[in-house]
């Protein structure tokens, strides 16, 4: 009954609760690490009429198959690592890699390389240890281009990076001479 596109629909819905507009559904997360109670996310996703049918086993397969690893279950509560636009979400600092990846289109690329990478519409700019998740990030939104990002020269300039968990790394900003294109 539970098939790979009601998976993808309810990931979405767990993305938009606890990514985007938690207040909308009722849930009310925890301001250090975005988290909420396992329960209250399957209540709040309940009330909607079209998922009442939903379980917590539902949830958790949703957790176990995201490619990109977006959620996290410990210790009976439930966040999203990264991507959050509401509230901002702290991170402890970390030390990442010497180089990290961003995955963005070639029409971006030009204010990306005279601006920096900003977090746009997100809370923080968004960055992997390999180019898998820089490839499933960049390719939704046209011609891909993969980004290195120097660590090392963005710390000089006082850049902090911030580990959400499953390669993905998290900055406030990243200065455009800490950014170089990745050739093919």
Known sequence: M????????????????LRHTPDDFGVILDPEDGSCPLDTLLEAIKAQTKW???????????????????????????????????????YAPGEPPAILYHGTNRKALPSIMKEGLRPMSRQ?????EGTHFATLAGSRRGELVILKVDTGHAKQLGITFYYAGNEVWL????????????EP
Not at 171 to 178: F, G, I, K, L, N
Request: proline fraction near 3%.
């Open 171 to 182: 900055a406030d900003r990243v200065p455009p001479t800490s950014c170089s294109v990745m």
């Open 124 to 128: 923080y700019v968004h960055l992997s």
């Open 2 to 17: 539970f098939n790979q596109d009601m998976e993808k629909s309810l990931s979405k819905l767990m993305t938009k609760i």
């Open 52 to 90: 009442s049918w939903v379980k917590q086993e539902h949830i958790e397969q949703v957790v176990r198959n995201s490619e990109k690893q977006r959620f996290e279950i410990e210790g009976g509560r439930i966040r999203a690592r990264y991507g959050h636009s509401h509230d901002k979400v702290r």
